[in-house]
Each structure stands twice: as structure tokens, then as C-alpha cells.
């Protein structure tokens, strides 16, 4: 197990710089979607009832009925864009991951698997360092959701404690959330084990490739 996570720490510090810039990424996304969605609830709900657009609208009772209909809907679909282009990254690296070890002017992976350890030591922790990876970027993601709701919260002055549930407001708006489900079951099976399972499809598709040379390209995209 220690050679294990030996293993893992050399892989995490490969990945360190990506990790952090995919963290700021999806920060900077959200606080973009918090501001894009405020400003257009102000300027809907303005144009709608013929009032100045001022944020103390969104102190109204209109303002808040908006708010819950509409503006929270529209931060959740913003935050799941920035999330969705991050996990897509964090897969695309799941075939970096190999390849640079493979392509690399010291052939790093031929080091690794003349290393007295086992060598599906190697592969697994390859894949702890994507699958933890995507596991950050979610959870992060769900960390920055409560965030957008307590800067909504305080600009306009809502005193229920209830509105920053992320998981409840998830549930209500409804289809507009895809990535990351509400649902208990749903959220084990797609986000949990479904994350482990897609990088296992693109790690053998990507060493079914590296095995059988010219057609291994063909083979690893049908696999795919």
C-alpha cells in the first residue's frame, strides 16, 4: 500500500499546477455566473414591471419570487457549464497521463515499470490520480454552488437558512442541473462509480492502443 501511494504523490505533483488552475477556473466561472444572473434578473424583472433596474429589486417580494424561479436555475446551469468543461479536461489528461510517460524524452514509463514494484501498482495510481482529480473538481464545484447562493442571499437580503441547501435547490431546478444529480442513488452510480469507469474505458483504450502499434489506434477507438 505504501509503494502504492508513493506512486500516487509521484503522479500529484505532475498534476499539481492543472489541479489548482482548474480549481481558480471553476471559481472564476462561478462568480461570472453569479454576476451575469444577477444582472439579468435586475434588468427581467425591471423591464417586466416598468422599475428602475436597481438591486433592490431583488429585496422585493417579485425580486425574490424571481429569484427562486429563475436566478437559481441560471447559476446552476452556468456552475454545471464550467464544471462539465473541467471534468472534460481532467478525461482528456486521463489519456495525457499515459502518453507523456510514453513520448517523453526520458520514456518515464519504462522507468516506472522496471521499478521493483508491482506494475499494476502503476496503472492504479494513475487512475487515483484522475478519478480523485474529477472527485476535486466536483466537490468544489458544489463548495462554489454554496457560495453563489450566499452571495445572492446577502445582496438580497433573504433570512430563510434554506436557501443555500444546494442539494435541495438542485432538486428544484429540475433538468437544468445534468452532471451532478441530487438523487442519492443517481449520484453514487453516475458520479461516483461511473467517473471510475470512464477513465478505466480511456486507460485500456489508450494501452490497448500502445500494445498493437499501427491498428491500435482503431482498436482503442472502437473499444471506446
Given amino acids: 500500500m505504501n509503494k502504492l501511494f508513493t506512486l500516487y504523490d509521484i503522479e500529484f505533483k505532475r498534476i499539481y499546477k492543472l489541479y489548482a488552475a482548474l480549481i481558480c ?18 434588468e427581467s424583472i425591471s423591464l417586466n414591471n416598468n422599475l428602475p433596474p436597481n438591486l433592490n429589486i431583488l429585496k422585493t417580494n417579485l425580486g425574490l419570487d424571481f429569484i427562486n ?5 441560471d447559476i446552476y446551469m452556468y456552475g454545471s457549464f ?5 471534468v472534460l479536461i481532467c478525461l482528456f489528461y486521463a489519456f495525457i497521463i499515459w502518453y ?13 515499470l522496471t521499478l521493483p514494484k508491482q506494475r499494476f501498482n502503476v496503472y492504479l495510481a494513475k487512475l487515483m490520480t484522475v478519478v480523485i482529480m474529477i472527485y476535486g473538481v ?12 450566499n452571495i445572492v442571499k446577502h445582496i ?16 428544484n431546478a429540475g433538468s437544468q442541473i445534468n452532471i451532478v444529480s ?3 442513488v443517481e449520484f453514487f452510480m453516475l458520479d461516483i462509480i461511473g467517473v471510475i469507469l ?11 492502443e500502445r500494445c498493437t502499434k499501427k491498428i491500435g489506434i482503431i482498436l482503442g477507438a472502437v473499444y471506446i
Fill in 25 to 42: 477556473m471553476l471559481f472564476i466561472g462561478n462568480l461570472v455566473g453569479v454576476v451575469i444572473s444577477i444582472k439579468n434578473s435586475v
Fill in 69 to 73: 424561479d429563475i436566478t437559481i436555475g
Fill in 100 to 112: 507523456r510517460d510514453y513520448f517523453s524524452k526520458c520514456k518515464t514509463i519504462y522507468t516506472l
Fill in 182 to 184: 441530487p438523487n442519492i
Fill in 82 to 86: 464550467v464544471l462539465a468543461v473541467s
Fill in 156 to 171: 438580497a437580503k433573504i433570512g430563510s437558512p434554506g436557501f443555500v441547501n444546494v442539494f435541495k435547490n438542485i432538486m
Fill in 198 to 208: 470512464a477513465v478505466i474505458v480511456i486507460f485500456t483504450a489508450v494501452l490497448i
Fill in 138 to 149: 466536483i466537490v468544489s464545484q458544489i463548495l462554489f454552488w454554496y457560495i453563489d447562493l
